[in-house]
């Protein structure tokens, strides 16, 4: 037995062996892919970073020859094509910042900030050159500045071909030949720039530098770098091809652009000009530049095949890696069969004897008829189902004590929960997950903190938690938060728990949620204030209206008292002219020291609008009365409008810092209803409107008449009714305002007031964009049985 187990196991760690060589390959073929598909991704950088670098080549060249026309006062159309090109080149800019952020992350950000400079330089030089009064160019800022853009562009495609492609490959070489090229259309953009702008002023105004030294510079780099590719591409396996397309790419360079260039520095001289026109010259060069960024682009197409080729081979490797593994884990199921038939069946037979004794069948013996490792390892089992079957007869008592009381625990509404004594939780009921929200997953660990509220003090939980360390129980309301933030009270009561020694070990919470029961007592409370406080209007009211009454009367006749005793005055003002004159100038310095003619200007405005103030104070006593007094229950005609304008005016003071009120009255026929109650109905809808407006806002009232119905709505521009709660705003209690500012019992009440009338309520909102509620009243209540009879 012992020699099959230790072959078993030789075969296994062989298996095991196998298995990680083929994920070793696997892996390696997988990096292969990944690195290959990275250097695809640094080609395409490159690719843009070469168009890039042309592009400003050509604007460089293009800017130049445009300054220089514009410099002698020569009329040029250059200036489309050079917008053409800038446009070229903020679009490859952007391209290549795009490819850099998704394939070379860590590059851009070491680079970003010089490539945002460098655009910010060339759009400061781009608006300098199109500025319409500019009368001379600075040639040399563009000659430095689109050149350091240009290094600045190929070192960013070197550095990252250095670090993603193998040196010494295929494509390896035709990067750099690229590369050569590329740098010989910066030299030749170069050579441009400087050629032209010395011809066109040289035969404008006779007299221009020629710097021979630079131009000659220019080009021995340009034919240093295109022999540099020439030999590379004397080591690549298409060599003729390759040889072929770069004559191909230079020879207008050859045959114009070089030829131009030496004949130039030949006739140069200040006071004759030269044979070759600027303009066949710039034409000829840019030529050259795109002929060699044509040649260019064909040796990316053949980079990027290479790198295709290469990653189709990394993906077969990876794939034959695949089928390894796959090989290697089929060979281990094979051995695991064997083993499974050899050691794990008998095994098998001892895990159901196990599973029979942990299911609490001990009544079956366990035998083992052999004198191995397995049979002995049975008759150890067989010893200890002796052993658990005594033991669970002394515990069966015990557990159905146990299971009893977590069922009262799991079935009863109140919420237990038992934490350690640092006060983690460690078992929440049912009734808990219920009212707070949160699952026993969630809150396993936690500290009862988890629905902690900012009603309490901090000085209220330590004093709590101090007495329970020291074995005092506690009994009180705690303000909790549920799960979705709104409060709700809890009558609780905690216990610690000990153990033989006296110590703590747990904490047991028992609470029962009581903000229903709280808010009907608020509610019981306000609705006696509000009964209160409508006898205590209605009662200050009739009291006020008897001495406002007797103050508007002596208003309306002290307001024919000053009219008579002015028309008096004026009549002896008219006579002062008789006077002796020192008296006449008594009068004057008296009539100056009171402001005369100010107190009889002001004197009839000041009783008028006193008794448009006693008014008001009337008015809105009779609004009060009119309110307060329609309590009896009894049905009969009323006018909705007077209704609506007396609530208005009672919910003046809720409305007039924040609303703006529209009314859009329509004719409405006398409604049959009971008019306190519809009263209350508008009063709660218009205050609800003004609590939802945020800020300032609006506030339209409209009345409609259709058929035998009237409607009237109330529309606000508040915050609105969020989705999930338009379901249960009519709910009792149910409120979607922070704690002391609503009860929840206002729209059931309308709701139940409505009804009553037999009409309905319509709801209507949009989060952000406000809400309307539509109640629509029959225009005669309906004849019931008992009133027929």
């Known amino acids: 037995m ?3 187990i230790l072959l078993a196991l030789l075969i296994g760690a062989l298996g095991l062996l196998s298995l990680g060589f083929a994920v070793k390959q696997l892996l390696a073929a997988k990096s292969t892919a990944e690195s290959t598909q990275q250097a695809r991704d640094a080609n395409e950088v490159a690719v843009l970073a070469k168009d890039l670098a042309i592009s400003l080549a050509l604007e460089r060249g ?21 917008l053409r090109i800038q446009a070229r080149s903020d679009a490859l800019a952007d391209d290549l910042a795009a490819q850099l952020r998704q394939s070379h992350p860590f590059l851009w950000l070491e680079l970003e900030e010089r490539f945002i400079r460098h655009r910010q330089q060339m759009a400061q030089l781009r608006e300098s050159l199109t500025e319409p009064n500019a009368q001379q160019i600075n040639t040399a800022r563009w000659y430095a500045r689109t050149s350091a853009y240009i290094d600045f562009v190929q070192g960013l495609r070197n550095d990252v071909f250095m670090d993603t492609i193998n040196p010494g490959g295929e494509a390896w070489r035709l ?3 690229r590369n050569h090229i590329v740098s010989a259309t910066e030299y030749i953009g170069r050579q441009r720039a400087r050629l032209t ?8 105004t006779g007299q221009h530098e020629l710097l021979s030294a630079s131009l000659y510079g220019y080009h021995g780099a340009v034919e240093q770098q295109l022999a540099a590719a020439r030999r590379l591409i004397s080591m690549h396996q298409d060599a003729d091809e390759l040889e072929q397309g770069l004559q191909r790419g230079r020879q207008t360079y050859d045959q114009e652009v070089a030829t131009a260039l030496f004949k130039v520095i030949r006739e140069h001289s200040p006071t004759t000009r030269h044979s070759i026109v600027p303009g066949d010259y710039f034409t000829s060069a840019t030529e050259s530049i795109l002929a060699l960024k044509a040649y260019a682009d064909e040796l990316g197409g053949r980079i990027d095949h290479l790198l295709h080729l290469r990653y189709q081979e990394a993906r077969r490797h990876e794939q034959w890696g695949w089928l390894a593994v796959l090989g290697t884990v089929l060979g281990l199921s094979l051995v695991v069969l064997l083993l499974h038939f050899r050691i ?13 004794i942990q299911a609490g069948d001990l009544d079956q013996p366990i035998l083992s008829p052999g004198r191995d490792e397995l049979s002995d390892l049975a008759g150890r089992f067989e010893a200890m189902r002796r052993t658990l079957a005594r033991d669970i007869r002394q515990r069966e008592a015990l557990l159905l004590q146990t299971q009893l009381f977590q069922r009262v625990v799991e079935q009863t509404t109140d919420l237990v929960v038992i934490t350690d004594r640092e006060g983690r939780i460690e078992y929440v009921n049912p009734a808990f997950e219920g009212v707070t929200g949160l699952t026993e997953q969630e809150v396993l660990g936690q500290t009862m903190a988890v629905l902690k509220s900012e009603e309490h003090e901090q000085d209220f939980y330590d004093r709590l938690w101090a007495g329970l360390t020291r074995g005092h129980p506690f009994n009180g309301t705690i303000i909790n938060r549920n799960r979705e933030g709104r409060l709700f009270y809890e009558d609780k009561t905690i216990v610690p728990l000990l153990d033989g020694e006296g110590r703590i070990t747990h904490f047991v919470s028992t609470g029962r949620d009581v903000t229903e029961r709280r808010n009907m007592e608020r509610q019981l409370v306000r609705t006696e204030k509000l009964a209160s406080l409508g006898q205590l209007a209605a009662g200050v009211a009739h009291e006020i209206n008897s001495p406002v009454a007797y103050v508007y009367s002596n208003l309306g006749t002290l307001g024919r008292y000053v009219g008579s005793v002015t028309r008096l005055l004026d009549l002896y003002q008219a006579g002062e002219s008789y006077l002796p004159p020192e008296r006449q100038e008594q009068l004057q310095a008296f009539k100056e020291a009171i402001q005369y003619e100010l107190i009889r200007e002001d004197l009839p405005d000041l009783v008028h609008e006193s008794r448009e103030g006693a008014q008001r104070v009337t008015a809105i006593v009779r609004d009060l009365r009119h309110y307060s007094r329609d309590d009896s229950g009894e049905f009969r005609l009323v006018s909705l409008r007077s209704g609506l304008d007396s609530t208005l005016n009672i919910a003046r003071n809720e409305l007039k810092y924040h609303a703006s009120i529209v009314r859009d009255y329509q004719a409405l026929p006398e409604v049959e209803c009971i008019p306190g109650q519809i009263n209350q109905v508008f009063l709660n809808l218009l205050t609800n409107a003004a609590q939802a407006l945020e800020g300032e806002g609006t506030i339209t009232v409209a009345t409609r008449s259709e058929g035998e119905s009237v409607v009237v709505s109330i529309s606000d521009t508040g915050r609105g009714i969020p989705p999930d709660a338009m379901g249960r705003i009519f709910e009792p209690f149910f409120t979607t305002k922070e704690v002391g500012r609503g009860t929840g019992l206002g729209l059931p009440l309308v709701q139940a007031i409505v009804e009553r009338h037999h009409g309905d309520v319509e709801v209507e909102s949009t989060p952000g964009e406000g809400s309307c509620f539509r109640v629509r009243l029959p225009v005669r209540q309906p004849v019931t049985q008992g009133q027929e009879e």
């Open 2 to 4: 012992k020699i099959r």
């Open 62 to 82: 293009l800017s130049v020859f445009f300054a220089a026309h514009r410099q002698v006062g020569l009329a040029t159309d250059e200036q489309g094509n050079l």
């Open 175 to 177: 990067i750099l030949v």
């Open 197 to 204: 702008e010395h011809l066109v002023l040289q035969s404008s």
């Open 344 to 356: 794990f069946r008998p095994l098998g037979a001892l895990g159901r004897a196990a599973r029979q």
